[in-house]
């Protein structure tokens, strides 16, 4: 079974960029065409797609955050990360990354522990 | 953007109870190859959520044949026929078609 492992400084400030990384153990990213995904979680709030991205490099990204969004893959490393700039109080949350399911192109299957990620002065 | 709505937002049920969760969508997820793109998840307390339910009805190996999900084109049911104690948590239903949204969960508490 595939394991999916994010990491990343915890605690960022207002305006700076947040960097995160996930890293796949069990499986080859290469492994499948479908798009591994970044999901978060506000404190007590639901969830919310952040976007996805092949092993190609092929990008999907949730429209109302498209424009401070970039994701990366290093199948080398079999890692894919997120980068998210100009972040505000509102961006606190926990990250998940996942794997596609095989049924669907974007659907998650297996995730991450998740990190919590904070924004703050 | 397709929203997602789902009802109710908590549930308090017996263990070996059914209960059943509702999950419409504002368009139909009927996509154009003629599948449904609708999925259900589970997040226990303190965990990630976990994959139960894909394409509407279909079950994830290892997931209790007591989960069960129906529907089409803008309405969805998860459905579980004897609840269970393990089965606390919150429930959300995905929409996967470009750009994927979920609904805004269901709480389920095991009386």
């Known amino acids: 079974q595939l394991q999916l492992q994010e990491s990343g400084p915890g605690l960022v400030r207002p305006s700076e960029t947040l960097s995160l990384t996930c890293s796949v153990a069990?499986?080859?990213?290469?492994?499948?065409?479908?798009?591994w995904a970044w999901v978060r979680q506000p404190p007590g709030k639901g969830l919310e797609w952040i976007g996805g991205i092949s092993y190609s490099g092929s990008t999907y990204f949730n429209p109302s955050l498209k424009s401070r969004v970039t994701m990366t893959i290093d199948t080398s490393k079999n890692q894919f990360s997120l980068k998210l700039t100009s972040v505000t109080a509102a961006d606190t949350a926990v990250y998940y990354c996942?794997?596609?399911?095989?049924?669907?192109?974007?659907?998650?299957?297996?995730w991450g522990q998740g990190i919590l990620f904070t924004v703050s002065a | 953007e397709t929203v997602m709505t789902q009802t109710p937002l908590s549930l308090s049920v017996t263990p070996g109870q059914p209960a059943s969760i509702s999950c419409k969508s504002s368009?139909?997820?009927?996509?154009?190859?003629?599948?449904?793109?609708l999925y259900w998840y589970l997040q226990k307390p303190g965990q990630s959520p976990q994959l139960l339910i894909y394409e509407v009805s279909n079950r994830l190996s290892g997931v209790p044949d007591r989960f069960s999900g129906s529907g089409s084109g803008t309405d969805f049911t998860l459905k579980i026929s004897r609840v269970e104690a393990e089965d606390a948590g919150i429930y959300y239903c995905l929409q996967a078609i470009q750009p994927l949204t979920f609904g805004g969960g269901t709480k389920v508490e095991i009386k």
């Open positions: 368009q139909s997820l009927r996509h154009t190859d003629g599948r449904t793109y």
């Open positions: 996942a794997s596609p399911h095989s049924s669907c192109w974007f659907a998650p299957e297996f």
């Open positions: 069990g499986g080859s990213i290469t492994s499948t065409t479908h798009y």
